[in-house]
DNA sequence: TATGAATGAGCCTTCATTCAT
DNA sequence: AATGAATGAAGGCTCATTCAT
């Protein structure tokens, strides 16, 4: 059948383009974007230098998708926490611990691509500083609105919530960075990590404060 | 007098110096380093190609002294720091505020440079990533040690310092960015963002939290 | 019968070169020869890339095919003209008039293939512009020995054949170019185009001249 | 004093750029605006690939500027032609060997460019034939106008001027064509080719014809 | 016959740096 | 100290052609 060959060459295809792109993830990794060949790429999956441009447009489209790779990755992640059926601080303990070791797990198994994200994106090129941009509003955009949430149900203290979304995302990616990119924080099982930022977050954000602000 | 004159001389050449060097800033903070052109530099400054390099070694020798001068800037002002007295949560709280403002300002009038360092600076060559990590190593140790202190003196709990150290510096990081580098924060004064950090920073880190961990 | 199985397949073969040929026309006229990519020319006909080469050398050795075929349109119907019984001025004129529509007619009908021939033949390869070069010299020869003979039966007057041999190609081909390919000599029928050619061949060729001259 | 200075850097420099540019025309003329490489045309001068930068934006861009010199020649030469005062046949007879003698002489001056320009202007770029296009349409309308102030001093018979004014273009260019360009014409002194040119224009457009298209 | 993925030579262009003046 | 013309290494990308299937 047709269709079966199709199948097989398109695997072929996904195949290849998938080599070509883990090995662009390496030598992005290594050496920096600026300074990464075209030619170290493909000398590294063994093809010629053209083949590369059979699967991407050029070097930049290439990163650009593997941003959005990166992205999606932490963007799904993140998304998949449903403030939903939580009421107590119990609860939102349990679910941010949850989440907070489902994203170091996923940036742990992607740690070339987690460490070309931080280091980096911001200086290929302006249109993706744009892209990052958005990201990172759109992220503290939804936290904003989480701690809203959260907030009406009792479960956190009246403050800026959107400064108080940027100091959570900031926690997170500064630790994320030395811990899972560095491996700089020592040798703390990853739970251990998480459990001091979701305990960080949530002492900084009851009521108890109140008197500390008085 | 030769003396003078020599002066005269030296002045001369550290406000050219100054100038370009100014220049370059403005053109990597706009272009980036890559893209940044020494023709660029140059030309906003009105002097020839070849001038520049009576000043400066080469372009990459210049971005190392304009990341120098930020690190020193940001080394100075946290250095300038000292726990020494503090005895209490209010007066620690204080001196945070006080500290956290004095950075912030420092920051914003030089909001290009902190620009600079946060897009770029891990992204130019390898000997930089080097100086960076280590910046963020004596940052990190600094505050470990301090979180150490303040524990022994009973002021705050005890955690694991040095993943707390990282929340801060992550914490204090990214609201810079937002709030300094982007001007994202809306628009609150610097003083409130700085006490928003703060208390954060200090309610994470009571003996009340140890409620919430049970 | 194989002979039939053998001309089917023969036919086949014909018919998918012819079309390829022709989507070549098309793209080389569209393009240009340097700008036709053969990746052009086989996606508008639907085949593989590989095909091409099936029926073509190359992309250069398809060019010179198109080329031939051009240059035997022309020469083809140029070369049904035959002076053999013209003994008239009137008659003369009237079988140039005749040659002259038939040769427009042609050219109309295969404009794509006249432009580039006007365009692009000479820019092509050295190796056409030795073809190109056989081509105006054997038609000059021709026109060349058509004048001396006119000449010899009193129809046209004395004077350097061979200048004249090249003004006649000249004025006919400007003339071609502007008319069939750019349509830009407004919209007169062909007729009056190739009636004021022959005028004026007809007319500087006259001894009526020899007046002028004095 | 500075300004002499300036000059000399400016001599220099126009003297570079002519060297280059006589380089350029050489390599153009001798392989074609396709195979031509600026690593040839840098070469042939003795300088540096990146010394013909400096001068030109790219191959393309000095392929424009010969044009552009190219046409200017033509322009200029036949612009001159004046037919304010001309009143009798002689007089314009002399007036035309006159301008056909300055552009022969012109042309043969500047052989190779003429060549380019008929051999490789038109398969260049688009955006060079539009310049072409506008060039002969130009030159087009010029003579069409002359044709009619001719007739209308009764110098010329009545007939489609602008059929005639191309007539004349191509007459002249292919005759420039072998006569310039290939040296393909015999021997005949350059007078000689332009008198023939003038009387066939000249007889072309007597009243005499008149009889002719009865 | 047909396919289309793979090849790889080759060229234009950029720009940091040098150096003669 | 200043100039700015010259350098030349280096790399991304194209596309006609090949060949295993």
Chains 1, 2, 3, 4 share one sequence.
Do not use: C
């Not at 993140?78 to 170091?104: F, Q």
């Amino acid at each position: 059948m047709s269709t079966r060959g199709n199948n097989r060459r398109e695997d072929r295809r996904d195949r290849r383009r998938d080599e070509l792109k883990r090995a662009a993830i390496d030598v992005f990794y290594e050496h920096g974007f600026h300074a990464a060949k075209v030619s170290q790429i493909v000398q590294s999956v063994g093809v010629a230098q053209g083949t590369f441009y059979l699967y991407f447009e050029g070097k930049q489209q290439l990163f650009g998708e593997i941003l959005s790779d990166f992205l999606e990755l932490v963007v799904t992640t993140v998304a998949s926490w449903e403030p939903g059926s939580i009421d107590t601080r119990e609860l939102l303990r349990e679910e941010l611990v949850r989440v907070g070791m489902m994203l170091t797990e996923v940036l742990l198994e992607n740690q070339r691509l987690t460490a070309i994200f931080f280091k980096e994106a911001m200086a290929v090129a302006p249109e993706f500083n744009e892209t990052i941009r958005q990201f990172y509003e759109t992220l503290g955009a939804m936290i904003t609105d989480f701690n809203a949430i959260l907030h009406r149900r009792g479960l956190i203290t009246n403050m800026n919530f959107r400064i108080l979304a940027f100091m959570t995302v900031g926690m997170a990616e500064r630790v994320i960075l030395e811990h899972v990119v560095y491996g700089n924080l020592g040798d703390p099982p990853p739970r251990e990590v998480v459990e001091h930022l979701v305990m960080h977050f949530l002492a900084g954000t009851t009521e108890a404060i109140d008197n500390t602000q008085t």
